[in-house]
């Protein structure tokens, strides 16, 4: 058996010392070491003998340990070799242009709700968020709409839970939480940008659901002219300090009297275009005094506070100033749309 072990260790490490490349090595290693292979077939031989099996066993253990590691050695060797002859071969020409790697941009929705903000907090507001599943209640009812107004028409509202749970319909909701979580004896600036969602057919002006931006403010002795040199803040900063605002006649429900914010054409400066219909003016938010009803509603006293409210949509806005007609841009994931702005904004930077 010894001269049998002999024999298969010295044409094992002739084949080893032979073999030209990685290919003949595990050849090799399959040869020797596999399930039949030499070594595997002594081993069955060891419960044949009565006696030297346990040094038999140590012989064999000897032998395979010292053929594997000449085995992995030598493969070890190949292949370390064989990257060296691809590094050697396969050379990069560091003269060829580099790959563009796409980059993401800014949402165009989320960089315009973040420059109202902005401009909202430079001023002392506060940006509260609320529920977008919402009661009836404040909703509707706090804010001077009973039951019957036709902005709760079924075909408006997205009600979850006969006429009690909705889908809300416009941000006010979050102006009545803030002003009854105050007590009714707290000043308050606040803007609430969020969802809001109404029956609606989509094309490309409308959206079953849409961001709105909605601003409070409630104070002692405020009137129309801190409202209106508000809007003048926020739109120069938004359209360039030529912008000019105005207000004309309208009517809502939770506001009295009511507003609608007009600005003067940033494309033609007033001289009459097709965005602002030959008018020379673009309509762009609803507002108005707080109504008593409302104060009353939501535990202000009336008769000693007074607040203005405003609205507007974040997509109109965004619309209006980055030239987009189609709203549907805004929901959509074509990165093409999106890299006008990444270039527009590395512009700016």
Same mark, same amino acid.
């Given at each position: 058996m010894k001269e049998k072990v002999e024999q298969i260790k010295s044409e094992a490490l002739e084949s080893i010392s032979k073999a030209q490349n990685l290919k003949e090595m595990n050849e090799i290693k399959v040869t020797y070491l596999g399930k039949k292979g030499p070594i595997s077939e002594l081993t069955t031989h060891l419960k044949e003998l009565d006696e030297g099996k346990k040094e038999f066993g140590k012989v064999l253990n000897e032998l395979k340990t010292e053929i594997s590691s000449k085995i992995e050695e030598k493969i070890k060797y190949y292949e370390e070799a064989e990257i060296r002859e691809k590094l050697e071969k396969e $050379? !990069?020409? !560091?003269?060829?242009?580099?790959? /563009?790697?796409?980059?993401?941009?800014?949402?165009i929705l989320e960089k315009i709700i973040e420059e109202v903000e902005s401009v909202f907090m430079s001023m002392g507001y506060d940006v509260v968020d609320g529920p977008?599943?919402?009661?009836?209640?404040?909703?509707?009812?706090?804010?001077?709409?009973?039951?019957?107004?036709?902005?709760?028409?079924? $075909?408006?509202?997205? +009600?979850?839970?006969?006429?009690?749970?909705?889908?809300?319909?416009?941000? #006010?909701?979050? $102006?009545?939480?803030?002003m009854l979580r105050a007590g009714g004896n707290t000043p308050i600036r606040m803007i609430c940008p969020g969802k809001t969602y109404r029956r609606d057919d989509d094309d490309a002006t409308h959206s079953h659901q849409f961001m709105q931006i909605e601003g409070l403010l409630v104070d002692k002795e405020v009137s129309l002219s801190d409202l209106k040199g508000t809007m003048d803040v926020v739109f120069k900063k938004l359209f360039g300090e030529s912008c000019e605002t105005r207000f004309?006649? #309208? +009517? +809502? $429900?939770?506001?009295?009297? #009511?507003?609608?914010?007009?600005? #003067?054409?940033?494309?033609? /400066?007033? /001289?009459?275009?097709?965005?602002? /219909?030959?008018?020379?003016?673009?309509?762009?938010?609803?507002?108005?005094?707080?109504?008593?009803?409302?104060?009353?509603?939501?535990?202000?006293?009336p008769s000693i506070w007074t607040g203005f409210a405003f609205g507007f949509g974040a997509e109109r806005l965004a619309m209006l100033k980055y030239g987009i007609n189609d709203i549907r841009t805004f929901y959509q994931t074509d990165l093409r749309e999106l890299s006008v702005f990444d270039r527009e904004e590395k512009d700016n930077d």
């Open positions: $050379q !990069i020409d !560091i003269t060829l242009p580099g790959t /563009k790697i796409p980059v993401g941009a800014p949402n977008e599943v919402e009661e009836d209640k404040f909703n509707f009812e706090l804010l001077n709409i009973p039951k019957g107004h036709p902005a709760r028409d079924a $075909q408006d509202t997205f +009600y979850l839970k006969e006429e009690e749970i909705l889908l809300r319909s416009q941000t #006010s909701p979050v $102006q009545a939480r803030t004309r006649p #309208s +009517y +809502y $429900q939770f506001t009295e009297p #009511s507003v609608e914010t007009d600005i #003067s054409c940033f494309v033609c /400066k007033g /001289k009459g275009c097709s965005l602002c /219909k030959n008018s020379g003016w673009i309509t762009v938010s609803g507002a108005g005094i707080v109504h008593p009803n409302v104060l009353r509603n939501c535990g202000y006293d």
